[in-house]
């Protein structure tokens, strides 16, 4: 009787320690199946405006099967508000026993203030690894990012939206840039520019790991504008974005050929210098609403009150030289709407050259009143109005879908297989 007691006490723990086994080696199949990515960058994705709405987008899009780590400044995951399973390593200006960062020895001093973020990283992960690194080519948190990806030796992703150094505030900002943006760029196994131009400038244009990915928009309910009998007498013509001083002479052309039509120029701008002010003061059909916190805001408003849509740069390069290769996401963004888009733009800009290239209906490469009051009056009939909209539609479905720049985004990412 006590050898039988023995035996199935025997065969019991057997059948328990057979049962964990199996749990484990699931647990590791499914560890090995799941993906991680590791965000890094001088803020966490958040809604708002520029770069950080953007991966915010891809990031809460992402299948299932990821999980997502977010490493940026302490400071900037204030009032942010994140998936609750994501995972947050939030980088300290400093801890007592760092060494203080000299400015004299930039090298050297940066690369022990990785060592120390690396650690802080690893504090967080503890022996697991992300199987995929994601940056936008921005600031220090960027080179951190290809710093992590060679010591890890992770796939690094880098997104690419402007020319850092055109908006450069000293000469020594510049050279930083010029000396560590090739390093990053070297790193990737995947760089995603807004725009071909833009990858012609840092050199990466025909290479296999290049792609030009546009900036994704927000959620869509798919329901375009349609024409309204308003539009045929008081035309609402919408713009938004900041109004750059070099910009404010054409905006003031552009109010005073819209009066010839009886329209109403509708701005959703800060108000950057005393020009902005001034230009809105003096013409009775500007509108000015300040800035919303989140672009859908903006979207529902241009919406409810818009006919038309203006996307606008200076007509002479010089005066924003970043617009020879950035792409404007308020064109990407605001296509949902399906409403009319007039773009004024020389066609050596980037935007210019895919209006160009889209034989886009409502566009002008150079300055002309008489071309603009044109555009301005076909606005205010119905088929006119229809075939312009049209054609926004159509980007809006293909090119600017959400789901195809996300697809890219998803199948592009370099991971660790």
């Not at 057979?18 to 001088?42: D, M, P, S, T, Y």
């Not at 050279?175 to 990466?204: C, F, G, M």
């Not at 045929?232 to 109010?255: D, H, L, W």
């Not at 002010?277 to 013409?283: T, V, Y």
Request: proline share 5%.
């Amino acid at each position: 009787m006590q050898k039988m007691l023995n035996l199935d006490s025997s065969s019991s723990f057997n059948k328990s320690i057979a049962a964990v086994k199996n749990i484990c080696l699931e647990r590791n199949e499914e560890l090995k199946q799941r993906k991680h990515l590791l965000f890094v960058f001088g803020c966490p994705p958040r809604q708002g405006y520029g770069s950080p709405v953007i991966v915010d987008r891809h990031l809460k899009k992402l299948s299932d099967e990821w999980d997502i780590t977010i490493v940026a400044p302490e400071q900037s995951f204030n009032n942010v508000v994140l998936p609750s399973h994501w995972k947050i390593v939030s980088i300290p200006m400093r801890r007592w026993w760092w060494l203080p960062y000299r400015s004299k020895m930039p090298s050297l001093m940066m690369a022990l203030r990785f060592f120390y973020w690396r650690i802080e990283c690893e504090k967080v992960l503890k022996r697991e690894r992300p199987t995929a690194v994601l940056t936008v080519l921005h600031d220090m948190y960027s080179v951190f990012a290809s710093y992590l990806s060679e010591s890890w030796q992770v796939p690094l992703s880098v997104i690419i939206h402007d020319q850092d150094e055109l908006f450069a505030k000293s000469e020594a900002g510049r050279r930083w840039i010029k000396d560590n943006w090739p390093k990053v760029i070297d790193q990737a196994r995947r760089v995603w520019t807004v725009s071909p131009e833009l990858a012609d400038v840092y050199k990466v244009s025909g290479k296999k790991k290049t792609s030009t990915l546009f900036p994704i928009p927000g959620k869509s309910n798919n329901e375009f504008s349609s024409w309204q009998k308003t539009f045929e007498y008081a035309p609402v013509i919408g713009y938004a974005g900041n109004i750059y001083p070099s910009q404010v002479k054409y905006f003031r052309k552009i109010a005073a050929v819209l009066k010839k039509a009886n329209g109403t120029l509708l701005l959703v701008t800060p108000k950057l210098d005393s020009s902005v002010q001034s230009l809105i003061d003096s013409f009775s059909n500007i509108e000015h609403h300040e800035p919303f916190s989140n672009n859908s805001d903006v979207v529902k408003f241009l919406k409810e009150k818009a006919s038309c849509i203006l996307i606008c740069y200076t007509f002479t390069v010089s005066e924003l030289p970043w617009t020879l290769t950035s792409f404007p996401s308020k064109l990407v963004e605001f296509s949902s709407l399906g409403l009319p888009m007039v773009i004024l733009s020389p066609d050596t800009t980037a935007l210019g050259k895919w209006a160009k290239t889209s034989a886009w209906r409502s566009c002008l490469h150079e300055f002309d009143e008489d071309k603009l009051l044109e555009i301005f009056n076909q606005l205010r009939k119905k088929q006119c109005w229809i075939d312009m909209a049209t054609q926004t539609k159509n980007a809006a479905m293909t090119e600017f879908d959400a789901d195809t720049i996300h697809f890219q985004f998803e199948s592009e990412l370099a991971v660790r297989r």
